[in-house]
């Protein structure tokens, strides 16, 4: 009698994580080619931080009572007894790393930029994961609102380059001078009101006054639309900052709206404060990423008082957002060269012959796993590739191989030699006529 093993359950993958696979890869390139882009124009030197870091620092930069921390970190103790998390955001360990490595000695601003992972033990959705990908811009060093204005305006463009319609929305969180005193006529009006607020939003009301402004849930939503506003209670220094930012922001191209309910999850922000939101689809406005003024946060984590302002932009949902809107990326050079081959000597050496292609610059594909011709040049035509190099036994025998074109099925006789002076001939005169074509049309 034979036994039935037990099937052993798969292992999936983790809930809120996410594998991203070949077919969306060009998103992730462009992306990251852009962001490299913006960086070398405006000035910004890439810094890359662990994505473990101590947890008091994300207690102390961040905040103990905002859901970040209290929610959604992934901390643990280690053997040795080091308290440590998978960061949540990477603002907070650029300026570790910019105190730890004297960066206040260098010319101010420093001008820092990152890609990197994050992890929030949030509840997943459509475009909310628990590692997520964000990248950023800081300046560190620097007050003038000239440089909030031009953060602003990178975050702005960059997503409107690539295609979206996006929208600046912006306030000021006034400083520790003039917030205090908001937060007490907050409360006030919100005390009238407790009773009508959310669960979450009833225990935000002595720890986080300001974030009952952001609530999501309908009624909180209402209660905030008539809620005192912060730029009604700057003081002289806040609103002549947030003046400055603004007045360049007239200055130039771009789309923006006061909203006194930007008030950024984290509680290290102080005087400006935006989000980029998406507007294409009519009334469902998500944010794709926001920044703020943060002049306290080197203080608060040891290093001299100096001011400083970046933001951040979630890459998962900028890819989402580029999908659902039908935008794909620039094509990136096409394969040109496949190289098929019948028989195991022409297998081997049609293998150095890929490699010297491939060092040549050339383009180049293969399927050295296949057998049969037919199967190659399916996959060489699936892959759009221009010309298959032929390599089989008679050709090895004559020293010569197939040049087959794949759009006019021609196959030519070429000595093994002038390979790739035949390809190289032939590239170049489908350039030409593809550049005549495209000034036809033009
Ligand atoms: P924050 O660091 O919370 O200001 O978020 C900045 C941007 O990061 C957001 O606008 C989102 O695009 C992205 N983001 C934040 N949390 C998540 C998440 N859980 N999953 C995916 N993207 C996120």
Redesign the pocket.
């Known amino acids: 009698m034979s036994v039935k093993k037990a099937k052993k359950p798969t292992i999936q993958l983790v809930k ?1 994580m996410k594998d991203t696979l070949p077919d969306d890869q060009q998103y992730w390139q462009w992306l990251r080619d852009k962001v490299d882009n913006f960086a070398k124009n405006y000035g910004f030197g890439r810094l890359d931080t662990p994505i473990l870091e101590f947890t008091p620092l994300f207690k102390r930069s961040v905040g103990e009572e905002t859901d ?1 921390v209290s929610k ?1 970190m992934y901390s643990f103790v280690t053997e040795g007894g080091d308290k440590l998390s998978l960061r ?2 990477s ?1 907070a360990g650029v300026v570790r790393a910019y105190i730890e490595h004297g960066m206040v000695n260098q010319p101010q601003p420093v001008k820092l930029f990152y890609i990197g992972q ?1 992890f ?1 033990h ?1 509840k ?1 959705q459509a ?8 990248f ?1 811009f800081e300046a560190i060093g620097e007050t003038d609102p000239v440089i909030d204005a031009q953060l602003v305006i990178i975050s702005h463009n960059f997503l409107k380059e690539l295609g979206l319609d996006v929208e600046v929305q912006i306030n000021s969180v006034g400083d520790a001078n003039c917030r205090p005193q908001y937060l007490k006529v907050l409360k006030g009006y919100y005390q009238n009101h407790r009773k009508e607020l959310c669960p979450d939003c009833q225990d935000r009301f002595n720890k986080n006054t300001l974030r009952l402004l952001d609530c999501k849930n309908t009624r909180c939503q209402e209660l905030a639309n008539s809620a005192p506003q912060m730029v009604d209670h700057l003081c002289e220094n806040c609103k002549e900052h947030f003046m400055g930012v603004l007045e360049y922001l007239d200055e130039l191209d771009i789309t923006y709206s006061l909203n006194a309910k930007i008030v ?3 509680d290290y922000y102080t005087k400006t404060a935006w ?2 939101v998406e507007t294409s689809e009519a009334g469902k406005l ?6 703020g003024r943060y002049d306290d946060l080197i203080e608060t984590l040891g290093g001299r008082p100096t001011p400083a302002v970046g ?8 890819i989402l957002k580029l999908q659902e809107n039908k935008i794909t990326p620039p094509t990136s050079k096409p394969l040109e060269v496949f190289v098929a081959q019948l028989g195991l000597e022409a297998r081997k050496k049609s293998m150095s012959l890929f490699e010297d292609l491939r060092r040549e610059g050339f383009q180049v594909a293969e399927a050295m796993s296949k057998k049969g011709l037919k199967d190659q040049l399916e996959l060489a035509s699936k892959k759009g590739v221009r010309y298959v190099v032929i390599l089989g036994q008679k050709e090895i025998a004559d020293g010569t191989v197939l040049i087959r074109d794949m759009e006019s099925c021609v196959q030519e006789v070429v000595d093994f030699r002038k390979i790739k002076s035949e390809l190289r001939k032939r590239l170049d005169s489908e350039s030409v006529r593809l550049i005549k074509v495209k000034k036809k049309a033009l």
Do not use: K
């Open positions: 809120g970040i959604e949540p955001e603002t994050q929030r949030d997943p475009g909310r994961y628990r590692q997520f990908w964000q950023g950024r999850g984290l989000e980029i998500q944010s794709l990423g926001g920044g933001f951040a932009i979630g890459m998962e949902r900028v």
